[in-house]
């Protein structure tokens, strides 16, 4: 049995306490020592564990290797000292991004501990006593008032018109009616647990008195506090493939490297000359500068995304959102308007259609299509005014409300109407009541006096006499008509109140419930909390980009499945958490494939819809902004909250926070998501095949000197010269590559498969064309010019080698020219967009050649970079190093158009 299952008799006897004496003294202490403090415990990882933990990465580990190595040859002597500086300088960087990252985690915990109730009202030895939340314990009587936040999960036991907001916890964005009564099912959600309080929730109206049932870690937010912390989404789509990339990148480069050092010892060089050329080789393959590309690529991603009022709090979600092809997406408040609105009103037998969504005041009333005017229509304007006598809510200046949000609905409606409040003056009220299911005013109003009341229809049609016709006279009342009507609008899941009216005498100054019969039924008003145009459109977005859309809520079925449909999601279907409680993972698996309604969900269902679809391979964001759906944003691989309403909590549980909680923020997110992916595309399409370029030479040189002499003396580039290239390439090339406008048509198709592989066969065939295209160039322009360094395999001049070097330094960065200006785009021809469209790479191109020119002819540079300046004619020839790569890749790119279908 549950709490909630049991009477209030019962409940204070399995407690063994007094209603009225609460627990004694002693009886606490033995209480405090078996249950612990009421707080959330969560164990926490030391820095000093979480930064250790950045370096287990299988790139960082090779990195690593690679500097102690150069290191270790620095202190023999050998020029690799800048090498071994920028290795260790990118690990570092890494590392204490990821660390910096990764400690947001804890976040959600210390926020989800943060609303924890400092202090409470407690019964204890027969007195009222104020003391430390942390000091509850099960059997405690707490006290609440109007505006007091529940500090422990209760069972009422006493109640006076008690309201909670529950809307952090369950997603229901209208304060829940609280009772006494027991609920007689075993897997009730939060939402419909009527009888208890929940640690965190807070009175909105009313008072109430409960025994604390569960504390600390026990409660509902304590639960919540665990699967946070329990919830793994695993690595992002972008993690698994870069492990995978890297893994076989390492495996390549090891195997070739020792090739390469064997093959030297093997043709007769010494073991150090031999050495000295494998590790070159692996300087010169290994992207050391990619991890802080990518970085560099999500960061100005995550920017552009903010501009579009989406925060990236993790970096990888930048990339991941491109991959989504599931949103489970809450809806009070991010699908909907989180605000109710009358949408519909029924007077004089006629149906109004009202326009307006939210608490803006402009809208207006129609029938059919036809506007109509309310002040001619007396019906629909006597009922829109005890709609707004009959009313304690007010709307300030900046838009928002104090008090219920269904008052504030009416209220707005009556505002659309032109009625005002200084026509009119409350005398007496008698407030809404659970169990009366009414409110009634008597209000003075253009010197006469009426009873307004509204309330349940069919509670008001019980009191109601007459009807008001259409010339604002009483006509007969058809009660059955107003019930159809009634449930007509419930049918649209529109949450419906009656209205009526009776005129008393001058100087009637009494109201009581005696009085409120015999009244005159003016009307009915309809409204729900709307869905936000936006977001239907961008639910349109999803399905044309082939994403599901999938509605997660508190909410009731009914509405929720009406909602879906104003929005374009299937709602043929919808699924209860009480159905969800009775299935298993096997069917939950088949049924998320089916359905896109659940309701009444709680939050380990949320958690629960995640894990489902990612075990059928989707990539699935979950939007959320109570404490309830941290869980589940945790677990999603991308995990959305609200920035506007969303708690604390759920901020610190996500990956992303949308700025101004609207859902057709995260589709403008998708699509920068797959700009992302794109960018990386290129960023790799550009990175490996140079460095594979500049592994060739090495390994071209190794060859060679068996036949030519000269690669025997001296390398095509020093390995300060290839890191060099790799710095500036890095930064000046390949960081401006995701300065290019988006392509277009990013949302017409499907999403990429979350497996697709970054090494597929345009990598490799990119790899091995490029390699060739642009290290060929920097054989012949070394050999040309430095075969007279080289008689009868003796060096006979140093500088004429040298300057041969400084030349093949630059043969190379003008391939990396001819390539760069057409990888802009992996598919289509350079000729086919503007030269100067990309004025980022324009710069960067300009700059690399500026700054080149310092290692050329800045005598102390020569001596770092062994380089040295070449004559003048030699330029010619070194300027037409541009073209082999850009022809080999335009080549190419036209080849795949006529045989293949690019994919965008």
């Not at 912390?229 to 076989?248: C, E, N, V, W, Y």
Request: charged fraction near 20%; aromatic fraction near 8%.
């Amino acid at each position: 049995m549950y709490w909630h299952q049991l009477t209030v008799d019962e409940v204070l006897a399995q407690l063994n306490v007094d209603a009225k004496q609460g627990l004694d003294a002693k009886e606490v202490q033995n209480r405090q020592q078996e249950y612990g403090k009421n707080e959330i415990v969560f164990s926490k990882t030391p820095a000093w564990v979480r930064f250790l933990e950045q370096f287990k990465d299988p790139m960082v580990i090779i990195l690593l290797l690679t500097a102690s190595v150069t290191g270790t040859l620095t202190l023999f002597g050998s020029p690799m000292l800048p090498d071994t500086i920028v290795i260790v300088s990118v690990v570092i960087l890494n590392a204490v991004l990821g660390f910096v990252q990764e400690g947001k985690a804890q976040g959600a915990l210390e926020a989800l501990r943060n609303m924890m109730v400092s202090e409470c009202m407690v019964i204890r030895n027969g007195n009222i006593e104020r003391i430390p939340s942390s000091n509850l314990v099960p059997g405690d009587i707490v006290v609440l008032e109007s505006g007091d936040k529940i500090p422990a999960d209760i069972r009422f036991i006493e109640l006076s018109n008690a309201h909670v907001d529950e809307s952090s916890l369950t997603g229901e964005s209208v304060p829940v009616e609280k009772t006494l009564g027991v609920i007689n099912t075993d897997h009730a959600v939060s939402g419909d647990q009527y009888n208890m309080g929940f640690s965190g929730t807070y009175l909105t109206s009313g008072t109430a008195h409960g025994v604390v049932v569960e504390s600390g870690g026990r409660t509902a937010f304590g639960r919540i506090a665990n699967m946070v912390q329990t919830a793994d989404s695993g690595t992002t789509p972008l993690q698994r493939k870069m492990t995978q990339f890297i893994h076989t990148l390492i495996k390549a480069i090891v195997v070739v490297g020792l090739f390469n050092f064997l093959y030297g010892i093997y043709i007769g060089y010494e073991m150090s000359y031999s050495f000295l050329g494998a590790v070159s080789l692996v300087v010169a393959a290994i992207p050391e500068m990619l991890p802080a590309l990518i970085t560099a690529i999500l960061a100005v991603s995550g920017t552009m995304m903010a501009s579009r009022k989406a925060l990236i709090r993790h970096l990888s979600a930048a990339e991941t959102l491109g991959a989504v092809s599931v949103i489970c997406s809450d809806k009070t408040g991010t699908l909907t308007q989180n605000r109710m609105t009358v949408t519909h009103a029924y007077a004089a037998r006629e149906s109004f259609n009202v326009s307006g969504v939210g608490y803006d005041t402009a809208g207006e009333f129609s029938i059919d299509g036809r506007v109509v005017s309310p002040k001619a229509t007396p019906a629909l304007y006597r009922m829109l005014e005890i709609g707004f006598h009959c009313n304690n809510s007010h709307i300030n200046a900046q838009g928002g409300i104090v008090g219920d949000p269904t008052e504030a609905a009416l209220k707005v409606s009556a505002y659309k109407a032109g009625i005002a409040k200084e026509d009119a003056h409350r005398l007496l009220e008698i407030p809404f009541d659970s169990a009366t299911k009414f409110m009634a005013v008597l209000v003075r109003l253009n010197g006469e006096r009426y009873i307004f009341v509204k309330g349940a229809p069919e509670v008001v049609l019980g009191m109601c006499k007459y009807a008001y016709d259409a010339q604002g006279k009483n006509a007969p009342l058809d009660k059955e008509m107003v019930l159809t009507q009634a449930g007509s609008f419930a049918a649209e899941a529109l949450r419906t109140l009656g209205f009526a009216f009776k005129r008393v005498g001058s100087d009637c100054s009494n109201l009581t419930h005696e009085d409120i019969e015999g009244l005159t039924f003016v009307g009915l008003q309809g409204m729900i909390d709307p869905p936000k145009p936006a977001a239907i459109k961008a639910v349109e977005q999803c399905k044309r980009a082939g994403i599901r859309t999938i509605m997660v809520t508190g909410d009731h079925p009914d509405t929720a499945k009406a909602v879906a449909q104003k929005l374009g999601i299937e709602a043929q279907r919808s699924i209860t958490g009480s159905q969800l409680d009775t299935i298993d993972s096997d069917t939950l698996e088949r049924l998320v494939e089916e359905v896109c309604v659940f309701a009444r969900v709680a939050p380990q269902h949320k958690r629960d819809i995640a894990q489902a679809l990612q075990k059928n391979g989707h990539i699935v964001a979950m939007t959320g902004d109570g404490v309830n759906d941290a869980p589940a944003l945790k677990q999603a691989d991308i995990g959305i909250s609200m920035g506007i309403t969303g708690t604390e909590v759920a901020r610190e549980s996500s990956d992303m926070v949308l700025a101004d909680d609207n859902f057709s923020t995260i589709v403008d997110a998708v699509e920068e998501g797959r700009h992302v992916w794109t960018n990386l595309q290129k960023a790799i399409l550009y990175t490996l095949p140079t460095n594979a370029a500049q592994a060739l030479l090495i390994m071209g040189a190794i060859v060679l000197a068996a036949f030519i002499p000269l690669f025997g003396v001296r390398f095509v580039l020093e390995p300060v010269q290839i890191l060099w290239i790799n710095l500036l390439d890095s930064v000046l090339l390949t960081l401006p590559l995701m300065m290019e406008q988006k392509e277009k048509r990013l949302l017409d198709n499907p999403p990429r498969k979350a497996d697709t592989p970054i090494i597929d066969r345009l990598f490799i065939e990119r790899v091995v064309i490029m390699g060739f295209a642009i290290s060929l160039p920097g054989f012949f322009i070394y050999y040309h010019f430095g075969s007279p360094a080289v008689v009868n395999g003796e060096l006979v001049d140093t500088l004429l080698i040298t300057q041969a070097q400084t030349a093949a330094f630059w043969a190379i960065l003008l391939a990396h020219f001819g390539y760069v200006i057409s990888a802009r785009s992996i598919h289509d021809s350079v000729f086919s967009f503007s030269f100067f469209s990309n004025k980022w790479l324009l710069g960067g191109i300009m700059l690399s050649v500026l700054i080149r020119l310092i290692p050329t002819f800045i005598p102390q540079a020569n001596e770092l970079f062994r380089s040295a300046p070449f004559p003048i004619e030699w330029w010619p020839l070194i300027l037409l190093c541009f073209f082999p790569s850009f022809i080999a890749i335009e080549v190419d790119k036209l080849i795949r158009k006529k045989t293949t279908t690019p994919k965008h």
